[in-house]
């Protein structure tokens, strides 16, 4: 009877690699988004359909700024995000590995400095949660909009 018990328990829990693997890719962040109460955007364009490609930026007096370069890949069973931040990390891209509960899409990395994680929850489909934290409990928390796509064109 152990045999068995112990038997299910390696099978089972040999089952959680390929249903992580089985997370869909985070689709849903392709278009423009718009923070609450902010001039701040991030826009993704999906390559294929394993890659997104975005850039968060600022409008400030009618100007483009960007701030940083994104990239979401799906390399083997790994969903990777990797950030180009202007100005930071020497022009180095950091990547940050998918893990994902309760809807929320997490991606880690806990040797950056700043931040270790970053948390989108879609809320609706066209309402999104983001949270930006480091291991130091420095957290930043907002909300998101998806804008039409005339309306991100104008921008």
């Known amino acids: 009877m152990k045999a068995i018990v112990i038997a299910t328990l390696l099978f089972c829990s040999g089952l ?18 718009k923070v609450d109460n ?16 975005g850039l968060s930026y600022e409008l400030k007096n009618g100007q483009k700024i960007v701030g940083e370069y994104l990239k979401l890949s799906k390399i083997n069973d790994k969903i990777i995000y990797t950030a180009l931040v202007i100005g930071q990390n020497n022009g180095k891209e950091v990547n940050f590995e998918l893990t994902y509960q309760d809807s929320t899409y997490s991606f880690v990395n806990e040797a950056h400095d700043f931040p270790n994680y970053i948390r989108y929850t879609p809320l609706s489909d066209n309402k999104l949660h983001i949270v930006v934290e480091g291991k130091s409990g420095k957290i930043r928390s907002f909300f998101a909009q998806k804008i039409a796509t005339e309306a991100a064109a104008e921008n």
């Open 38 to 53: 902010k001039e701040r955007y991030e826009h993704w364009d999906r390559i294929n359909a394993n890659e997104l490609k």
């Open 16 to 33: 959680t690699q390929p249903l992580f693997s089985q997370v869909s890719f985070p689709h849903f962040l392709e278009g423009t988004w």
